[in-house]
């Protein structure tokens, strides 16, 4: 099954690493997404603060302390050099409340205004209405517009009047200074309440949880192009349109109607750049040898004071090897303004499982999954073969990323162990280029990837035969209906004899709900369809949430995981209906659970590597019945326990049945061996019924010959 973990972060120590990307040639396919880099949102386990570009350059990552060992052991692995750049991030920030509570603390005016600390917004604001009581004649203040939580979005303007410098007397004497102080109020007052890491607006995005637009992806320039991201969970998310933040139209607008700007600076952090356009393409500016001096004078001068270091250049080619479309600096650029402008790229990093526990991009919350298209139209389903343990922890830490939509069909346990994934067409570059740069091998197994009125014509038809009986109501109010196979057969001697002398129960369908949301919706869905509390992953793995060793090895805590047990056993009703029905009847011999796929006839036990003390019992007649069921077309079955056999796993149903004391408890999973896994043909449908028929069968005569 494939693992979907979800971990929130907390404002615990984490510490930020540096690394050289010196392996980027190498490994740069392994990296990074092309198709859609994810996004670090504020729940996010790591945040890139500097991304990887190309050798030597040093990448910057902000990591959670409880992910440092997993971190620094990948890093080792691969050979990357890395040094602990902040130690403990929580002490900067302590040390910038204890600043801030200090500054606040002093007398609110222009002369003990504290410019060495940060601010809130409300003491900024209220500087800026200081220092336009304080000067009158130099300052006024204008509103532009409103943020998108309806924050004034205010400009200082600084007009002629100065005198102190000539200079600046002169530069004010032909022309005005505008300044935006904060371009992001909202962003701003969150990085103080709630995360101090934010980057985004906090505009709401339709259809999605995840807040916020790149207000520095948003303009209209070359916008939604390379460098942006269409998905709204990314930090680089571009929006849904060019100018659709109110916080970046605002100064569009001014500008516009301003009409006469002859510069424009933007400032942001960090990495000691001073840059001008295009970052959205390699199409040198036609001014670009003015730019670059001016630039050049610039860093020249910052130099002069403290000897800080800057490089400096055109965006494209100084900060990223990849084109960023929807600048502001390239967008104001085309309106006759240069602009300074500097970059945070998040690129995917392949890292460990705890590490990635949620760089999981939000694309794989449920409720996005349920909005997505159902056509399986050019996915695939790789059959992949790990040659080493080493191989084996990459895949897993690769079916992690649920920006990659990845749903694990087969798992790999051991070297040489094939593994099954259906991959979407979006993800398919992605996994190929991670696969072929660690020499993992791989091939395409499938390529093109997409009953109650039976149940009544079948009782109508054969009444003294067939009953219907409704034994509970799933999640959704669905009836869970069973057919009571009873006496009265007469047409084979051995069922008849069967017949005589117990009944046969079938539940066709154990989850209907999920059962429909397959046709509905997503073909994949293997859960039930109850609601999570405090998460927005829907359902629960029904054959983790029996009351057998429940919650243990091999069934996710995390109800974002195909495996997720629920919060309790037996929580599904889907799962309680046939619990009650067992216990209430009371006499039942033998319970046969059938799924697919993978071509094993299973016995208890998953959870426990105790065996069962029928082991030899229910083992021999295991090969029976598999002898029975290959006689027909030569199928090929592997039979055993359930932990000996494939893996353990916890709170399974046929544990749970062996505990309450029925001995012929077993688990078909049908075929095929993975050609097809879950989309089995349709052609194989019926010699798939008529070869299990047979092992069914074998199981029904031996319950019948061997009362207990």
Same mark, same amino acid.
């Given at each position: ?153 205010? !400009?200082?303007?600084? =007009? #002629?009047? @100065? &005198? ?9 004497? +032909?022309?005005?200074? %505008? ?119 610039? !860093?020249?001068?910052? =130099? #002069?004071? @403290? &000897? ?9 080619? +100084?900060?990223?090897? %990849? ?386």
């Amino acid at each position: 099954m494939g693992k979907r973990k979800g971990k929130q972060s907390d404002n615990a120590s984490r510490s930020a690493l540096g690394a050289m990307a010196d392996a980027w040639e190498e490994s740069r396919s392994g990296l990074i997404s092309p198709e859609k880099p994810p996004g670090f949102n504020e729940h996010s386990e790591l945040d890139i603060w500097r991304e990887p570009l190309k050798p030597a350059l040093p990448v910057d990552i902000h990591v959670p302390f409880e992910s440092l060992q997993a971190v620094r052991a990948f890093l080792e692995f691969n050979g990357i050099h890395y040094s602990v750049m902040i130690d403990d991030v929580q002490v900067l920030l302590n040390k910038e409340k204890e600043h801030m509570a200090l500054s606040r603390s002093k007398e609110r005016n222009n002369k003990s205004y504290d410019y060495g600390a940060y601010h809130t917004l409300e003491e900024i604001n209220m500087w800026m209405d200081n220092l336009v009581a304080d000067h009158p004649s130099l300052v006024s203040k204008i509103q532009i517009g409103l943020s998108f939580e309806g924050r004034p979005l205010y !400009v200082l303007k600084i =007009a #002629s009047d @100065y &005198g102190k410098d000539p200079s600046l007397t002169s530069i004010l004497n +032909t022309m005005d200074i %505008f300044f935006e102080i904060v371009t992001n109020p909202d962003g701003y007052d969150f990085t103080h309440k709630s995360n101090r890491m934010w980057r985004k607006t906090r505009s709401i995005n339709p259809g999605s949880s995840c807040i916020g637009v790149d207000p520095n992806r948003n303009w209209q320039i070359g916008f939604g192009g390379p460098g942006t991201s269409t998905y709204p969970c990314d930090e680089t998310y571009c929006g849904p349109f060019a100018h659709s933040e109110s916080e970046v139209r605002s100064i569009a607008d001014f500008i516009l109607f301003h009409g006469n700007f002859k510069a424009m600076i933007t400032i942001h952090s960090y990495s000691q750049m001073l840059m001008f356009p295009n970052g959205y393409t390699s199409t040198p500016v036609p001014n670009k040898e003015e730019l670059h001096t001016l630039a050049k004078s610039a !860093v020249d001068a910052l =130099a #002069s004071v @403290y &000897g800080t270091t800057y490089t400096y250049g055109d965006m494209y080619t +100084t900060i990223c090897r %990849f084109p960023e479309d929807g600048s502001n600096a390239s967008s104001i650029y085309k309106r006759g303004c240069e602009k300074y402008e500097d970059r945070l790229l998040v690129l995917v990093m392949n890292m460990h499982e705890d590490v990635l526990d949620d760089l999981k991009n939000p694309l794989k919350t449920t409720s996005e999954i349920d909005n997505l298209s159902t056509s399986l139209k050019e996915n695939m389903v790789l059959r992949i073969t790990a040659n080493s343990e080493e191989q084996i922890y990459m895949l897993k830490d690769l079916a992690e990323l649920d920006h990659l939509q990845l749903d694990v069909w087969r798992e790999a346990v051991k070297p040489e162990d094939s593994m099954d994934i259906h991959v979407p067409h979006s993800s398919l570059q992605t996994v190929k280029a991670f696969l072929e740069s660690h020499g993992i091998s791989y091939s395409v197994m499938i390529e093109d990837v997409q009953i109650y009125n039976w149940m009544d014509e079948l009782a109508s038809e054969y009444p003294h035969l067939v009953t219907k009986e409704q034994i509970g109501s799933s999640y959704e109010g669905r009836p869970l209906y069973i057919l009571k196979i009873a006496s009265d057969y007469g047409n084979d001697e051995s069922i008849t004899s069967i017949l005589d002398q117990m009944d046969i129960f079938i539940e066709i369908v154990t989850n209907p709900d999920g059962f429909h949301f397959t046709h509905t919706k997503n073909r994949m869905w293997r859960k039930t369809r109850s609601i999570n509390a405090g998460t927005s992953c829907v359902g629960v793995d029904p054959n983790r949430n029996w009351d057998a060793g429940f919650g243990g090895p091999g069934a996710s805590s995390q109800p974002c995981s195909e495996t997720y047990r629920g919060p309790r056993a037996n929580s599904e009703k889907e799962v309680k209906a046939i619990v009650d029905f067992v216990q209430a009847h009371g006499n039942i011999k033998a319970f046969v659970s059938i799924h697919s796929y993978s071509q094993l006839l299973l016995y208890p036990y998953g959870y426990t590597s105790t065996p069962v003390p029928d082991k030899q019992e229910l083992h021999d007649l295991a090969q029976r019945a598999v002898s029975a069921l290959s006689s027909l077309y030569g199928t090929s079955y592997r039979y055993g326990s359930i932990i000996t056999t494939i893996y353990q796993a916890s709170g399974g149903t046929i544990d749970w049945t062996y505990k309450q004391g029925i001995k012929y408890s077993y688990t078909f999973e049908l075929r095929d061996n993975g050609r097809y896994g879950f989309l089995l043909p349709a052609n194989q449908i019926i010699p798939t019924a008529q070869e299990t028929w047979l092992a069914v069968k074998v199981i029904m005569e031996h319950t019948r010959d061997n009362p207990y």
